[in-house]
């Protein structure tokens, strides 16, 4: 296992609530990929491999990842089993952040669970499956797959309330939503993050970053690699070239490099690719590549 002496930096959740901030290294990794093992029912079922699972988590620790992203309806339940099974007890410095808002149906499907009852259900089994006795950030899983939906969520988001003031949860994230969404959720509890769709091709979300920016509050993007197919651009590539590294690693370095609240959470399931994926945070993109990258999604941005 090999030591990274660089993850790009720290951020502190939650810097506005005395006595309960944590501070993470803006590369993280997230945990989704250890469940599953064929292409028709992703995210479903155990690994192929338990032990090579164990092995990627226990490596991306040792090189000092300290922000692990989850749910306990990846599987379901299978992924915060292995990482409990890997990590428990935890290191002191170790957030992780887990998700709630959704369930799976018998066929893998992925389905919605916002009710009160669930959302309270949905933390005792994240406490249970992690073996924690409060989960330290939870993200409220909202919207399409893709995309915000303009969609009540005050019944879900102060159960979420309630359970903080109970003490099962330390701070509370948003993922798939508006700006507006925030706006209206602020006035119910803190926000400590936002979990959006974004990447250097798909860039919608670009006001709303610099905006969580100067209000402290971390940006993670899911689908930073273009999600089950990889992003692909001729660009993308030539900049690879050029720094000698892969067109992934400079897809997550141009992250890192896009916005000081940024934090990345790429995924995989290879102990090489997770080597790979760590090792971007010490790549240092040059202002005339970053400025060929950006023109990759410039036709596709939404209007502000």
């Known amino acids: 296992m090999r030591e990274q002496k660089n993850l790009s930096g720290r951020f502190t959740f939650g810097g506005t609530s005395a006595g ?43 090189s000092g990842v300290n922000h692990i992203d989850t749910s306990d309806f990846y599987g379901p339940h299978v992924t915060n089993q292995i990482i409990k099974q890997a990590l428990h007890p935890y290191p002191d410095d170790l957030v992780i952040v887990t998700k709630v808002g959704g369930r799976r149906g018998a066929d893998g499907s992925w389905l919605h669970a916002r009710s009160r009852q669930e959302i309270i259900d949905a933390v005792h089994d994240n406490l249970r499956n992690l073996g924690l006795d409060a989960l330290q950030v939870v993200n409220l899983r909202l919207g399409g797959f893709a995309a915000p939906e303009d969609e009540p969520f005050e019944e879900p988001l102060s159960a979420l309330a309630e359970l903080k003031h109970q003490g099962l949860v330390q701070h509370i994230g948003l993922s798939t939503v508006s700006p507006a969404q925030l706006a209206d959720a602020r006035a119910i509890t803190e926000i400590v993050c936002i979990q959006n769709l974004y990447n250097v091709a798909q860039r919608g979300d670009d006001p709303f970053i610099d905006d969580l920016a100067t209000q402290g509050i971390a940006y993670v993007p899911y689908f930073p690699l273009g999600g089950f197919s990889p992003l692909q651009s001729a660009a993308l590539e030539a900049a690879a070239a050029s720094l000698r590294a892969t067109p992934m690693q400079v897809a997550l370095a141009w992250l890192l490099q896009r916005a000081p609240n940024m934090l990345l959470i790429p995924g995989t399931s290879s102990i090489g690719h997770l080597r790979e994926n760590l090792a971007a945070a010490t790549l240092e993109i040059p202002p005339e590549t970053i400025a060929e990258l950006d023109q990759i999604a410039n036709s596709a941005r939404r209007p502000t």
């Open 20 to 62: 309960t901030s944590l501070i993470v290294n803006r590369m993280g990794y997230g945990a989704m990929q250890l469940a599953g093992q064929d292409g028709e029912k992703r995210v479903w079922g155990p690994p192929r491999d338990v032990p090579g699972a164990i092995a990627v988590l226990r490596e991306a620790v040792a």
